[in-house]
T-cell receptor, first 111, second 113 residues
Framework: SQQGEEDPQALSIQEGENATMNCSYKTSINNLQWYRQNSGRGLVHLILIRSNEREKHSGRLRVTLDTSKKSSSLLITASRAADTASYFC???????????FGTGTSLTVIP | DGGITQSPKYLFRKEGQNVTLSCEQN?????MYWYRQDPGQGLRLIYY???????QKGDIAEGYSVSREKKESFPLTVTSAQKNPTAFYLC????????????FGNGTRLTVT
């Protein structure tokens, strides 16, 4: 399976601090995506980074990708209580037809 | 508003009964997916469909069946052969291109007793 692994499994920080979560995967990819899931809801797409990109920004989000290490990181800067959610990375099989999700990082931001 | 609708939000069934979960999208997306999510685990792919009248098994297709007779609809049937059907089921769609993000519905929580 190409399923990724997020690290840490759970993270608790104070509002205003930065949150970093990591994702490792097993085989070559076309792109890697990060999603957010509030409890009991569907996933919401945050950002996509292609395999030929090393870093991407979107608002308070910064994603890096190291294809040589098969890893990615998601940084949320100046966290807010509303950022409390689970965060998942997803990779595509090289055919691009399937998406494989990691086990997720549960982020709690304490007001 | 465009989006994906899953219904119902909560579903209760007795063991041994088949049950069908609905997924409808009005995004004009070609590809649709069904995932299963268990506590403490990530999403696991059950089935996916790239175009109408075609679908492929994912990693955990045993005990499930799907159909794709219309572009907008991708219902999932959980059969009595599925040994542990209680889970949170998520439907998603994408335009079909490999670089496209997935759009998710809000899920159906199925409880089988």
């Amino acid at each position: 399976s190409q399923q990724g692994e997020e690290d840490p499994q759970a993270l608790s920080i104070q509002e205003g601090e930065n949150a970093t979560m990591n994702c490792s995967y097993k085989t070559s990819i076309n792109n890697l995506q990060w999603y957010r899931q509030n409890s009991g809801r569907g996933l919401v797409h945050l950002i996509l980074i292609r395999s030929n990109e090393r870093e991407k920004h979107s608002g308070r989000l910064r994603v890096t990708l190291d294809t040589s290490k098969k890893s990615s990181s998601l940084l949320i800067t100046a966290s807010r209580a509303a950022d409390t959610a689970s965060y998942f990375c997803a990779t595509d099989a090289h055919t691009g037809n399937q998406f494989y999700f990691g086990t997720g990082t549960s982020l709690t931001v304490i007001p | 508003d465009g989006g994906i609708t899953q219904s119902p939000k909560y579903l209760f069934r007795k063991e041994g009964q088949n049950v069908t979960l609905s997924c409808e999208q009005n995004l004009n997306h070609d590809a649709m997916y069904w995932y299963r999510q268990d506590p403490g685990q990530g999403l696991r792919l059950i089935y996916y469909s790239q175009i109408v009248n075609d679908f492929q098994k994912g990693d955990i297709a045993e005990g499930y069946s799907v159909s794709r007779e219309k572009k907008e609809s991708f219902p999932l049937t959980v059969t009595s052969a599925q040994k542990n059907p209680t889970a949170f089921y998520l439907c998603a769609s994408s335009p079909g291109a490999g670089n496209s993000p997935l759009h998710f519905g809000n899920g159906t929580r199925l409880t089988v007793t």
